[in-house]
């Protein structure tokens, strides 16, 4: 059981266990703003539902700019889960194929393991391109590896429910959660 937690502002900070959220709305320190009607916390003389979305009571300061490492998972998310040769989603993969990542300059001729230098590509691509550049094997990347902006990167793996996207879209706009090709909803 999750809960997106807010800040004063409506702005989506991240998800948090329910037991979490029922505690800062005991201790006064949130407000629930969406609830699940089944489910609920009990005890002996009460009966709370758990939260789908709480809102601090206080605004919380969030630095905006820091650069995230590369990982696999925000790699992956980035691409639409995607191999960035062939096209094939992780869904299409057979048997022991699977997605990697890939350094469309390779370390061993300068390159690095920047978000610009990096891509998702099934195993079969990327051990067809080898230790070499793509046009040096024919092949062409589907788009430009970039960098993702900062709403992509906190949400790109995060499972939310449909209330907790509206609250996301809400703060971000309509399209804050399209950018990870529909693997949050």
């Given at each position: 059981?999750?809960?997106?937690?807010?800040?004063?502002?409506?702005?989506?900070?991240?998800?948090?266990?329910?037991?979490?959220?029922?505690?800062?709305?005991?201790?006064?320190?949130?407000?629930?703003?969406?609830?699940?009607?089944?489910?609920?916390?009990?005890?002996?003389?009460?009966?709370?539902?758990?939260?789908?979305?709480?809102?601090l009571v206080r605004y919380v300061h969030v630095p905006r700019r820091f650069r995230r490492q590369v990982?696999?998972?925000?790699?992956?998310?980035?691409?639409?889960?995607?191999?960035?040769?062939?096209?094939?989603?992780?869904?299409?993969?057979?048997?022991?194929?699977?997605?990697t990542r890939d350094h469309v300059r390779p370390i061993s001729r300068g390159g690095d393991n920047s978000?610009?230098?990096?891509?998702?590509?099934?195993?079969?691509?990327?051990?067809?391109?080898?230790?070499?550049?793509?046009?040096?094997?024919?092949?062409?990347?589907?788009?430009?590896?970039?960098?993702?902006?900062?709403v992509h990167l906190v949400w790109a793996v995060r499972r939310v429910t449909p209330v907790q996207s509206?609250?996301?879209?809400?703060?971000?706009?309509?399209?804050?959660?399209?950018?990870?090709?529909?693997?949050?909803?």
């Open positions: 059981m999750q809960c997106l937690a807010l800040n004063a502002s409506y702005e989506p900070l991240t998800i948090v266990p329910a037991r979490r959220a029922v505690r800062l709305v005991l201790d006064r320190k949130a407000e629930v703003l969406e609830s699940d009607p089944v489910r609920a916390f009990r005890s002996e003389r009460s009966r709370i539902p758990v939260p789908l979305v709480i809102r990982t696999n998972t925000f790699l992956f998310a980035r691409d639409g889960y995607c191999c960035q040769y062939c096209g094939r989603h992780r869904r299409q993969l057979r048997g022991r194929q699977f997605l978000w610009e230098n990096v891509v998702t590509a099934c195993s079969p691509c990327n051990h067809r391109k080898g230790s070499r550049l793509p046009d040096e094997v024919g092949m062409m990347l589907r788009s430009d590896p970039r960098e993702p902006d900062y509206k609250y996301i879209r809400l703060f971000y706009g309509e399209d804050a959660l399209s950018l990870v090709g529909g693997e949050l909803d």
